[in-house]
């Protein structure tokens, strides 16, 4: 019976390889099979000061909406090919603080931060997935025994504000994983998120991913402004997110990486989704359109089928909730 089921394992893994999520389009929002609110899920970034990802994440993991099995720190691979111009310490640190801002103000059921990967993934010259050399992590680990704990069917959701790598260092120690997990990411064409452009496209070669923006960012101020924020209670985990929306970089980054957050607890945030494939190209991933009837090997949600007033009363309905910095 085990070798059976392991066969079986086996198979579904090769079926899922390079295949765009199963999904639906109900009533004009975007549904995933087997993804909702109730699926683990790791939250994985680099910066933690220039969105408001996990300022969302965490207050609904403090109010019980959420079950966030880990926060993973990845290095900013920002020129690796140069020599980086971040080091890890520089993102430890800024996870470090957020977690202090957030605790300060009240918020409960977070986890502490893990160490993800801190050198991106060469592409062998091969151009084989599988001879690439893999760097594990703190974060990979967590990733593998995450995802080792969920099934097909109810996979662990991966949020990634960052850099592929840690992701792509998981499936490489151990491919087994693949039908455990769904990736979300936002890459924008090799630049931000798709810097290491190899594990991007490991990632979507080797498990189910979804990608908001296909390449394309937030317009200025299209989502949130000053004022939105005004009416927020004063405190450690509110106050910087009332500075960072006055300053340029809060006003161009928007929802930043936070798109797949609130969808997931509002799924007319989403009003369509596109089959493409992936190829890799020079030093990073580019996404081609399919024909009608084939198969795709990811999802990408363009920015024009988001919903921004949904997003952003999504986003308020839960920063806004009283019970959310009740002592």
């Known amino acids: 019976m085990k070798v059976f089921l392991l066969i079986c394992l086996c198979l579904w893994s090769i079926a899922a390889f390079a295949v765009e999520p199963a999904y639906s389009i109900v009533n004009g929002a975007v549904h995933l099979k087997g993804v909702g609110p109730g699926n683990p899920m790791i939250y994985d970034n680099d910066w933690w000061f220039d969105v408001f990802d996990n300022n969302y994440l965490w207050a609904q993991a403090s109010l019980g909406h959420v079950n966030l099995r880990g926060n993973i720190v990845s290095r900013d691979m920002w020129d690796w090919q140069k020599g980086y111009t971040y080091s890890m310490e520089d993102c430890v640190k800024d996870a ?9 103000a009240g918020l409960k059921h977070i986890p502490d931060y893990t160490r993800g990967s801190d050198r991106a993934l060469r592409r062998p010259e091969s151009g084989r997935i599988e001879d690439t050399q893999a760097h594990p992590s703190d974060g990979s680990r967590l990733i593998v025994a995450e995802a080792r704990k969920s099934s097909p069917d109810k996979p662990l959701l991966i949020i990634s504000g960052g850099p592929l790598t840690t992701v792509a260092n998981a499936l490489l120690t151990n491919p087994e994983i693949a039908p455990n997990i769904m990736v979300f990411n936002l890459t924008v064409n090799g630049g931000y998120n798709g810097k290491d452009g190899w594990s991007p496209y490991i990632v979507i070669k080797k498990t189910r991913y ?53 969808w997931l607890f509002q799924p007319k945030c989403w009003k369509d989704a596109q089959p493409k494939r992936v190829e890799f190209s020079g030093t990073a991933v580019r996404f081609d359109s399919v024909h009608s009837g084939e198969n795709g090997e990811l999802l990408v949600i363009p920015k024009i089928a988001t919903d921004l007033k949904a997003c952003r009363e999504e986003f308020f309905r839960v920063l806004a909730d009283p019970d959310l910095f009740a002592q």
Not at 96 to 104: C, M, N, S, T
Not at 215 to 236: C, Y
């Open 96 to 104: 470090e603080k957020a977690l202090k801002d957030a605790r300060a």
């Open 210 to 262: 979804v990608d908001w923006g296909g390449g394309e960012f937030w317009e200025r101020d299209s989502v949130f402004r000053a004022e939105d924020f005004d009416a927020l209670p004063d405190n450690p985990f509110t106050r910087d997110m009332k500075r960072f929306i006055r300053t340029d970089l809060g006003r161009a980054n928007q929802l930043g990486d936070g798109a797949p957050l609130v």
